[in-house]
């Protein structure tokens, strides 16, 4: 019996600090000396294509397509790929620069109950 009431003492004292805590509450103290710290903290917002497929892709064919266009024979076919491989670090580079620019990045508050 004394065991099932201990457990539940400490059941309550685990859900008590698993609380969520706002801007609100920041400096609220507690009887066991705790408090509530909050901070911002910069986080991504989730994108559409966070790996950068699409810049790469598009970015891929346009070099292998200009590329194609410079010298003859396997020159031609060296130039060719050359051409989507630096296509595909531009075109990667430059999504990554209109996501960034674009704000998929946000700073939220987090609180948490800290001890003292």
Same mark, same amino acid.
């Given at each position: 019996?004394?065991?099932?009431?201990?457990?539940?003492?400490?059941?309550?004292?685990?859900?008590?600090? &698993? *609380?969520?805590?706002?801007?609100?509450?920041?400096? #609220?103290?507690?009887?066991?000396?705790? #408090?509530? $710290?909050?901070?911002?903290?910069?986080?991504?917002?989730?994108?559409?294509?966070?790996?950068?497929?699409?810049?790469?892709?598009?970015?891929?064919?346009?070099?292998?397509?200009?590329?194609?266009?410079?010298?003859?024979?396997?020159?031609?076919?060296? &130039?060719? $790929?050359?051409?989507?491989?630096?296509?595909?670090?531009?075109?990667?580079?430059?999504?990554?620069?209109?996501? /960034?620019?674009?704000?998929?990045? $946000?700073? /939220?508050?987090?609180? *948490?109950?800290?001890?003292?």
């Amino acid at each position: 019996m004394l065991a099932a009431i201990g457990a539940l003492a400490l059941a309550g004292t685990t859900l008590a600090h &698993a *609380q969520n805590y706002g801007p609100e509450d920041e400096g #609220r103290r507690f009887n066991d000396g705790s #408090r509530v $710290v909050c901070e911002d903290v910069e986080v991504r917002r989730s994108t559409s294509d966070p790996n950068r497929v699409g810049g790469t892709a598009a970015g891929a064919v346009i070099g292998g397509l200009v590329g194609n266009q410079i010298g003859s024979g396997n020159g031609r076919k060296l &130039a060719t $790929v050359g051409g989507a491989v630096a296509g595909g670090a531009i075109g990667r580079n430059v999504q990554g620069n209109r996501q /960034e620019a674009s704000g998929d990045r $946000v700073i /939220e508050t987090r609180c *948490q109950r800290v001890q003292r």
